[in-house]
Protein backbone atom coordinates (compact mmCIF):
# COMPACT_ATOMS: atom_id res chain seq x y z
CA UNK A 1 0.00 0.00 0.00
CA UNK A 2 0.84 3.53 -0.97
CA UNK A 3 2.43 5.47 2.07
CA UNK A 4 -0.29 8.29 2.68
CA UNK A 5 0.69 11.85 3.73
CA UNK A 6 -0.59 12.72 7.56
CA UNK A 7 -1.94 16.13 7.87
CA UNK A 8 -1.40 18.27 11.16
CA UNK A 9 0.08 15.58 12.81
CA UNK A 10 -3.01 13.16 13.10
CA UNK A 11 -4.28 10.30 11.11
CA UNK A 12 -7.09 11.67 8.66
CA UNK A 13 -10.58 10.30 9.47
CA UNK A 14 -11.75 9.25 6.16
CA UNK A 15 -8.03 7.37 4.82
CA UNK A 16 -5.69 4.75 5.70
CA UNK A 17 -2.97 6.03 7.42
CA UNK A 18 0.80 3.76 6.50
CA UNK A 19 4.36 4.04 7.26
CA UNK A 20 7.00 1.16 6.76
CA UNK A 21 8.68 0.39 10.80
CA UNK A 22 11.28 -1.85 11.91
CA UNK A 23 7.84 -5.08 12.45
CA UNK A 24 7.13 -4.51 8.52
CA UNK A 25 4.57 -2.06 7.38
CA UNK A 26 2.30 -0.37 9.80
CA UNK A 27 -1.39 0.81 9.05
CA UNK A 28 -3.53 2.60 10.78
CA UNK A 29 -7.24 1.85 9.51
CA UNK A 30 -10.26 3.98 10.03
CA UNK A 31 -13.22 2.61 11.93
CA UNK A 32 -16.44 3.55 10.00
CA UNK A 33 -17.89 2.93 13.31
CA UNK A 34 -16.80 5.51 15.40
CA UNK A 35 -15.03 8.66 13.91
CA UNK A 36 -11.66 8.98 15.57
CA UNK A 37 -11.24 4.95 16.29
CA UNK A 38 -8.08 3.80 14.33
CA UNK A 39 -7.15 -0.11 13.95
CA UNK A 40 -3.04 -0.76 13.82
CA UNK A 41 -2.00 -3.44 11.69
CA UNK A 42 1.70 -4.67 11.28
CA UNK A 43 1.76 -6.18 8.18
CA UNK A 44 -1.64 -6.94 8.05
CA UNK A 45 -2.11 -8.64 11.34
CA UNK A 46 -4.42 -6.89 13.93
CA UNK A 47 -2.28 -4.92 16.78
CA UNK A 48 -4.52 -2.61 18.69
CA UNK A 49 -7.79 -0.57 18.40
CA UNK A 50 -7.31 2.83 19.34
CA UNK A 51 -10.73 5.42 20.13
CA UNK A 52 -9.14 8.95 20.57
CA UNK A 53 -12.62 10.11 21.71
CA UNK A 54 -13.30 7.35 24.26
CA UNK A 55 -9.65 5.82 25.08
CA UNK A 56 -11.63 4.12 27.92
CA UNK A 57 -13.21 1.72 24.75
CA UNK A 58 -11.58 -1.42 24.37
CA UNK A 59 -12.67 -3.03 20.94
CA UNK A 60 -10.59 -6.26 20.96
CA UNK A 61 -11.46 -9.12 23.18
CA UNK A 62 -8.20 -9.83 24.63
CA UNK A 63 -7.41 -6.28 25.14
CA UNK A 64 -11.35 -6.32 27.13
CA UNK A 65 -9.74 -8.78 29.19
CA UNK A 66 -6.66 -6.82 30.27
CA UNK A 67 -8.29 -3.88 30.60
CA UNK A 68 -11.17 -5.86 33.57
CA UNK A 69 -7.12 -6.39 34.82
CA UNK A 70 -6.64 -2.97 35.38
CA UNK A 71 -10.17 -2.30 36.61
CA UNK A 72 -9.54 -5.04 39.39
CA UNK A 73 -5.87 -4.32 40.68
CA UNK A 74 -6.88 -1.75 43.04
CA UNK A 75 -9.50 0.33 44.19
CA UNK A 76 -11.79 2.01 41.23
CA UNK A 77 -9.85 5.45 40.85
CA UNK A 78 -6.85 5.25 42.60
CA UNK A 79 -3.69 6.15 40.28
CA UNK A 80 -1.46 3.38 39.86
CA UNK A 81 2.17 2.91 38.89
CA UNK A 82 2.08 0.53 35.53
CA UNK A 83 4.67 -0.94 32.92
CA UNK A 84 3.48 -1.52 29.74
CA UNK A 85 5.74 -4.03 28.03
CA UNK A 86 5.20 -3.95 24.15
CA UNK A 87 3.35 -0.46 23.38
CA UNK A 88 1.52 -1.08 19.71
CA UNK A 89 -0.65 1.85 19.66
CA UNK A 90 -0.75 2.29 23.75
CA UNK A 91 -4.31 1.64 23.83
CA UNK A 92 -3.84 0.42 27.55
CA UNK A 93 -1.95 3.26 28.40
CA UNK A 94 -4.37 5.13 27.35
CA UNK A 95 -7.28 3.21 29.15
CA UNK A 96 -5.43 3.33 32.21
CA UNK A 97 -5.14 7.36 31.92
CA UNK A 98 -8.80 7.89 31.17
CA UNK A 99 -9.73 5.16 34.14
CA UNK A 100 -7.09 5.98 36.52
CA UNK A 101 -5.88 9.87 36.32
CA UNK A 102 -2.77 10.70 38.21
CA UNK A 103 -1.38 7.10 37.13
CA UNK A 104 2.37 7.32 36.27
CA UNK A 105 3.09 4.97 33.32
CA UNK A 106 6.17 3.48 31.54
CA UNK A 107 5.81 1.67 27.58
CA UNK A 108 9.32 -0.01 26.54
CA UNK A 109 8.89 -0.44 22.94
CA UNK A 110 12.05 -2.01 20.74
CA UNK A 111 10.62 -0.21 17.14
CA UNK A 112 10.99 3.01 17.53
CA UNK A 113 9.78 4.07 14.25
CA UNK A 114 6.30 2.62 15.54
CA UNK A 115 6.69 4.46 18.49
CA UNK A 116 7.04 7.43 15.95
CA UNK A 117 4.27 6.70 13.72
CA UNK A 118 1.75 6.36 16.14
CA UNK A 119 2.55 9.27 18.21
CA UNK A 120 2.52 11.33 15.16
CA UNK A 121 -0.60 10.47 13.86
CA UNK A 122 -2.34 9.44 17.02
CA UNK A 123 -0.84 11.86 19.72
CA UNK A 124 -1.14 11.18 23.57
CA UNK A 125 -2.95 13.35 25.52
CA UNK A 126 -0.11 15.72 26.59
CA UNK A 127 -1.30 15.60 30.17
CA UNK A 128 -1.45 11.42 30.72
CA UNK A 129 1.89 10.88 32.76
CA UNK A 130 3.08 8.39 30.04
CA UNK A 131 6.54 7.64 29.54
CA UNK A 132 7.62 5.98 26.32
CA UNK A 133 11.49 4.38 26.12
CA UNK A 134 12.64 2.55 23.10
CA UNK A 135 14.48 -0.80 23.90
CA UNK A 136 14.04 -4.28 24.67
CA UNK A 137 11.24 -4.91 26.65
CA UNK A 138 13.34 -7.26 29.52
CA UNK A 139 16.22 -5.15 29.03
CA UNK A 140 13.82 -1.98 30.15
CA UNK A 141 12.31 -4.03 32.74
CA UNK A 142 15.88 -4.38 34.45
CA UNK A 143 16.68 -0.28 34.72
CA UNK A 144 13.11 -0.27 37.00
CA UNK A 145 13.87 -0.07 40.66
CA UNK A 146 12.49 -2.76 43.40
CA UNK A 147 8.90 -2.33 43.77
CA UNK A 148 8.20 0.32 41.24
CA UNK A 149 5.19 -0.78 40.07
CA UNK A 150 1.74 -1.89 41.00
CA UNK A 151 1.24 -3.64 37.61
CA UNK A 152 3.21 -4.94 34.33
CA UNK A 153 0.82 -6.10 31.14
CA UNK A 154 3.07 -7.82 28.81
CA UNK A 155 1.81 -7.73 24.95
CA UNK A 156 5.03 -8.18 22.95
CA UNK A 157 4.97 -9.25 19.51
CA UNK A 158 7.88 -9.19 16.98
CA UNK A 159 6.57 -10.87 13.67
CA UNK A 160 3.26 -12.04 15.59
CA UNK A 161 5.54 -14.01 17.97
CA UNK A 162 6.51 -13.36 21.76
CA UNK A 163 10.43 -13.74 21.56
CA UNK A 164 11.93 -16.41 23.43
CA UNK A 165 13.71 -14.62 26.42
CA UNK A 166 10.22 -13.39 27.73
CA UNK A 167 8.94 -16.85 28.10
CA UNK A 168 10.91 -17.84 31.05
CA UNK A 169 11.07 -18.17 34.81
CA UNK A 170 14.07 -15.95 34.50
CA UNK A 171 11.84 -13.00 32.92
CA UNK A 172 8.80 -13.31 35.22
CA UNK A 173 11.92 -12.99 38.59
CA UNK A 174 12.38 -10.07 37.11
CA UNK A 175 8.99 -8.98 36.72
CA UNK A 176 8.54 -10.11 39.81
CA UNK A 177 10.86 -7.97 41.55
CA UNK A 178 9.80 -5.34 39.95
CA UNK A 179 6.34 -5.56 41.20
CA UNK A 180 5.04 -4.01 44.91
CA UNK A 181 3.70 -6.68 46.93
CA UNK A 182 -0.01 -7.22 45.93
CA UNK A 183 0.71 -6.15 42.57
CA UNK A 184 -0.38 -7.50 39.56
CA UNK A 185 1.05 -9.58 36.18
CA UNK A 186 -0.99 -9.75 32.75
CA UNK A 187 0.75 -11.32 29.83
CA UNK A 188 -1.57 -11.67 26.41
CA UNK A 189 -0.25 -14.90 24.99
CA UNK A 190 -1.17 -16.17 21.55
CA UNK A 191 -1.58 -19.80 20.71
CA UNK A 192 -3.35 -22.77 19.39
CA UNK A 193 -4.25 -26.61 19.11
CA UNK A 194 -2.09 -28.16 20.83
CA UNK A 195 -1.40 -25.88 23.03
CA UNK A 196 1.99 -26.82 24.09
CA UNK A 197 3.16 -23.06 24.74
CA UNK A 198 -0.02 -21.54 26.96
CA UNK A 199 0.66 -24.80 29.03
CA UNK A 200 4.57 -23.94 29.05
CA UNK A 201 3.78 -20.58 30.20
CA UNK A 202 1.07 -21.16 32.90
CA UNK A 203 3.28 -23.59 34.09
CA UNK A 204 6.35 -21.07 34.12
CA UNK A 205 4.16 -18.34 35.71
CA UNK A 206 3.21 -20.79 38.75
CA UNK A 207 6.96 -21.43 39.14
CA UNK A 208 7.19 -17.67 40.05
CA UNK A 209 3.66 -16.35 41.37
CA UNK A 210 1.67 -18.17 43.83
CA UNK A 211 -1.76 -16.78 42.15
CA UNK A 212 -2.55 -17.51 39.04
CA UNK A 213 -6.12 -16.84 36.61
CA UNK A 214 -6.39 -17.54 32.80
CA UNK A 215 -9.01 -15.75 30.93
CA UNK A 216 -9.73 -16.96 27.21
CA UNK A 217 -12.46 -18.15 24.63
CA UNK A 218 -13.68 -21.45 25.57
CA UNK A 219 -13.14 -22.53 22.02
CA UNK A 220 -9.51 -21.75 22.38
CA UNK A 221 -8.76 -23.32 25.64
CA UNK A 222 -10.52 -26.45 24.32
CA UNK A 223 -7.37 -26.23 21.54
CA UNK A 224 -9.84 -26.09 18.40
CA UNK A 225 -8.55 -22.67 17.06
CA UNK A 226 -5.54 -20.66 17.04
CA UNK A 227 -6.28 -17.16 20.05
CA UNK A 228 -5.43 -14.90 22.42
CA UNK A 229 -5.47 -15.81 26.39
CA UNK A 230 -4.72 -13.31 29.09
CA UNK A 231 -2.37 -14.70 31.55
CA UNK A 232 -2.50 -13.00 35.51
CA UNK A 233 0.07 -13.36 38.04
CA UNK A 234 0.03 -11.88 41.60
CA UNK A 235 1.62 -13.16 45.11
CA UNK A 236 -1.55 -12.79 46.80
CA UNK A 237 -5.41 -13.75 45.81
CA UNK A 238 -6.55 -12.23 42.85
CA UNK A 239 -10.16 -11.12 42.65
CA UNK A 240 -11.50 -14.47 40.39
CA UNK A 241 -15.13 -14.30 40.79
CA UNK A 242 -15.28 -10.55 39.53
CA UNK A 243 -12.62 -10.85 37.19
CA UNK A 244 -14.95 -13.99 35.75
CA UNK A 245 -18.17 -12.44 35.94
CA UNK A 246 -17.03 -9.30 33.90
CA UNK A 247 -15.39 -11.93 31.33
CA UNK A 248 -18.30 -14.00 31.10
CA UNK A 249 -20.39 -10.96 29.79
CA UNK A 250 -17.94 -9.31 27.64
CA UNK A 251 -19.60 -8.90 23.97
CA UNK A 252 -17.32 -11.85 23.03
CA UNK A 253 -17.72 -13.93 26.35
CA UNK A 254 -14.75 -15.67 28.12
CA UNK A 255 -14.16 -18.28 30.57
CA UNK A 256 -11.74 -17.58 33.16
CA UNK A 257 -9.70 -21.11 34.81
CA UNK A 258 -8.03 -20.56 38.19
CA UNK A 259 -7.35 -23.37 41.00
CA UNK A 260 -7.66 -26.75 40.70
CA UNK A 261 -8.85 -26.26 37.13
CA UNK A 262 -6.35 -24.45 35.75
CA UNK A 263 -3.31 -26.92 37.10
CA UNK A 264 -5.18 -29.63 35.34
CA UNK A 265 -5.66 -27.56 32.02
CA UNK A 266 -1.46 -27.08 32.13
CA UNK A 267 -1.53 -30.40 31.94
CA UNK A 268 2.18 -31.68 33.70
CA UNK A 269 3.71 -29.08 31.26
CA UNK A 270 7.26 -27.63 32.55
CA UNK A 271 8.29 -24.12 33.41
CA UNK A 272 10.56 -22.75 30.86
CA UNK A 273 13.54 -21.10 31.71
CA UNK A 274 16.05 -19.23 29.32
CA UNK A 275 18.31 -22.17 28.25
CA UNK A 276 14.94 -24.05 26.70
CA UNK A 277 12.94 -20.49 25.58
CA UNK A 278 11.26 -20.32 22.36
CA UNK A 279 9.30 -18.02 20.79
CA UNK A 280 5.63 -18.19 20.62
CA UNK A 281 4.14 -20.28 17.46
CA UNK A 282 3.75 -18.72 13.76
CA UNK A 283 -0.18 -17.90 14.18
CA UNK A 284 -2.04 -19.34 10.66
CA UNK A 285 -2.96 -17.27 7.92
CA UNK A 286 -6.41 -17.69 9.02
CA UNK A 287 -5.77 -16.21 12.29
CA UNK A 288 -6.02 -12.68 11.19
CA UNK A 289 -8.91 -13.01 8.62
CA UNK A 290 -11.53 -10.24 8.91
Request: net charge positive; aromatic share 4%; hydrophobic share 40%.
Amino acid sequence: MARNRQRRGRAAASETVSETVDGGLAELVPDRERPRAWTLLIDGAPQSHVDLDDPAHLEFAYQRRLGHVIDLAAQPGRPLHAVHLGGGAFTLARYLAATRPRSTQQIVEIDAPLVQFVRRALPLDPAARIRVRGGDARAGLGKLPDGWADLVVADVFSGARTPAHLTSTEFLTEVRRVLKPGGHYAANIADGPPLAHLRGQIATAAAVFPELALAADPVVLRGRRFGNAVLVASDTPLPVTELARRVATDPHPGRVEHGRALADFTGGAAAVTDAGSKASPEPPPSAFRR
